[in-house]
């Protein structure tokens, strides 16, 4: 049988896709690797007919297109990469037998910055904490710390953390942002009083996220070779000076620019202007805990007057090469730590092991840790097989362990620490809060302009809140610091006698 000839309109566009293919070295393919005749008209029955089904390339290139999205991260959406290097300065094998501080030496790392509430295209001007995230690629596995730029935290407890977000994100039934309903939340939450006076000032509208400091905001155990704990919170010091947007001119880039922290990171590493970060940290023997008047495990707490150590600084070099290979697949998750640093028992952070993982093989898949920028750079080697995606090259009959045949040896120096206990079991708020001593010093430390853009920022909001809420949102402030209670009273347009008879009921 002999096949018709090509004429006409459909000669012509085979003619011009052979051309481009000759002058192309690469050929165009399908997923399956064949190549493509034709990328440029779906095939059809005859010059006025329907497309037809046997035409592979055109289902196959609608198939992957109609897939190209995962889900975005419930929290955190928007965000900018980069790849650099962590290089240990200290000798602090007192502290920790972790490679990762070993001095002098270096170990790769991908950070990734975010905004926190609203979606993956979202404006990065929009008020919010910015969220500060390594992978440290060590040589004892990944060590993730998944912080932010403030050192506290909103809440205490991570049973809340739902309740929370949803008080933050848009309205379900309109989709509009609303402020009212966070404060409606948050009255119920005195402890949130720090962090929301971090919020609304010009801290939550960062100018780059090159010019911001990081922390990893709970404590962490830090275990030496003798099995020995400290608790110990780490701070990323930025090496370019702070800078933050006042309200004009967060408004101003927000008409002008709203990828400027993406922009400005990825523009700086393309010319050279690699930024640079120190780390702390700061430490506490387990019985020093006892000392303080508020729980040094409460994650909207910071450590006043514990000295702090610098203990390696860490360079960005790299901007990815594909967006969503590298920051939008990289999965950071708290759970990911390595012999030397363990979790503390702070509420929030125990909650935060089980959630990231948890989102992750929803977000990025089972084996979403194979991929090459979440993959350690030392072998993974146990029984875990198998699931969707999975290629990983399994050539033993061994897949568990213990074996006689072909054993996988435990480690006695990742043995996790042992944490001495008593009472029972129990559903109790922690018993040192001190919920307002901490909000009213971080006021105080504010300069006379800071102040004000703090209290006409946060007094306008909260002018739109219910009348109840807003007089206990009120009280909390007042009772952190009477000037800065008076002055938001007063934008607010609230009764100043009214916080102060609500303020006075309440203990710090
Ligand atoms: C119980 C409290 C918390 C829960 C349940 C929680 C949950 C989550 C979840 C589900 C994600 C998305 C992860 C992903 O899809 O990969 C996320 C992202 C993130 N969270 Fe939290 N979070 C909590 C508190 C915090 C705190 C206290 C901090 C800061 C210390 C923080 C910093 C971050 C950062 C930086 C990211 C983005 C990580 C990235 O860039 O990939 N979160 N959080």
């Known amino acids: 049988m002999k096949f018709a000839q090509p004429t006409g309109a459909w000669a012509g566009a085979l003619a011009a896709s052979l051309l481009c293919l000759s002058a192309q070295a690469a050929p165009l393919t399908r997923d399956n690797g064949a190549p493509v005749g034709n990328n440029q008209n779906s095939q059809t ?115 809340k953390f739902p309740d929370m977000v949803h008080s933050f994100k848009p309205d379900p039934r309109t989709n509009l942002d609303d402020d009212s309903r966070r404060f409606d939340f948050l009255s119920f939450h005195p402890e949130s009083t720090r962090t929301l006076t971090l919020l609304y000032s010009n801290q939550g509208t960062p100018a780059s996220y090159r010019q911001m400091d990081g922390n990893g905001v709970h404590a962490y155990k830090l275990v030496n070779d003798q099995g020995e704990v400290h608790y110990a919170k780490f701070r990323w010091a930025t090496l370019q000076g702070i800078r933050n947007f006042d309200p004009k001119e967060n408004e101003a880039m927000q008409g002008k620019d709203y990828s400027h922290l993406s922009r400005d990171l990825i523009e700086a590493i393309d010319r050279g202007d690699h930024p640079k970060w120190d780390l702390y940290v700061q430490v506490l023997k387990p019985e020093q ?24 600084q860490m360079v960005l070099n790299r901007n990815p090469q594909n967006i969503f290979q590298e920051t939008e697949q990289v999965a950071m998750a708290p759970a990911n730590l390595v012999p030397g640093i363990e979790p503390s028992e702070d509420r929030l952070l125990q909650g935060r092991l089980f959630a990231y993982a948890d989102t992750q093989l929803h977000r990025v898949g089972t084996n979403g840790l194979s991929l090459p920028i979440n993959r350690p750079q030392v072998e993974v080697n146990n029984g875990n097989q198998d699931g969707a995606m999975n290629f990983g090259q399994t050539t033993t009959s061994v897949n568990y362990q213990p074996s006689r045949r072909e054993n996988r040896e435990e480690t006695p120096r990742a ?37 004000k853009d703090l209290i006409n920022t946060l007094g306008g909001e909260l002018a739109r809140t219910d009348d109840e809420a807003k007089h206990i949102m009120l009280s909390f402030f007042y009772k952190a610091d009477t000037e800065y209670g008076e002055g938001l009273t007063r934008v607010a347009k609230a009764d100043l006698n009214r916080v102060k008879t609500l303020a006075a009921e309440l203990q710090d």
Do not use: C, M
């Not at 993956?120 to 969220?131: F, K, M, Q």
């Not at 805990?289 to 390696?312: H, N, S």
């Not at 109790?428 to 307002?436: D, L, V």
């Open 289 to 312: 805990l006892a000392d303080f008047e508020f729980d040094p495990l409460d994650a909207t707490k910071i450590w006043p007057d514990v000295p702090e150590r610098k203990i390696g």
């Open 415 to 451: 043995v996790y620490s042992q944490l001495p206990l008593s009472g029972t079991t129990q559903q109790a708020p922690i018993q040192r809060e001190q919920n307002f001593k901490q909000a009213g010093e971080l006021y105080r430390s504010f300069s006379a302009k800071e102040k």
């Open 45 to 159: 029955a005859g010059p006025n007919g329907p497309a037809l089904l046997q035409d592979v390339q055109l289902l196959q290139k609608l198939q992957r297109f109609d897939r190209e999205r995962i889900p975005e991260r419930v929290v955190h959406a928007r965000g900018t990469g980069a790849h650099g290097e962590f290089t240990a300065t200290e000798d602090i094998s007192d502290l920790t037998l972790a490679k990762v501080f070993e001095k002098g030496s270096t170990t790769p790392v991908f950070v990734r910055f975010s905004t926190v509430v609203h979606g993956l295209h979202s404006p990065e001007t929009l008020r919010d904490p910015r969220g500060f995230a390594t992978k440290f690629y060590t040589a004892d596995g990944n060590w993730d710390l998944v912080g932010n730029n403030f050192p506290t935290f909103f809440i205490r407890d991570a049973i």
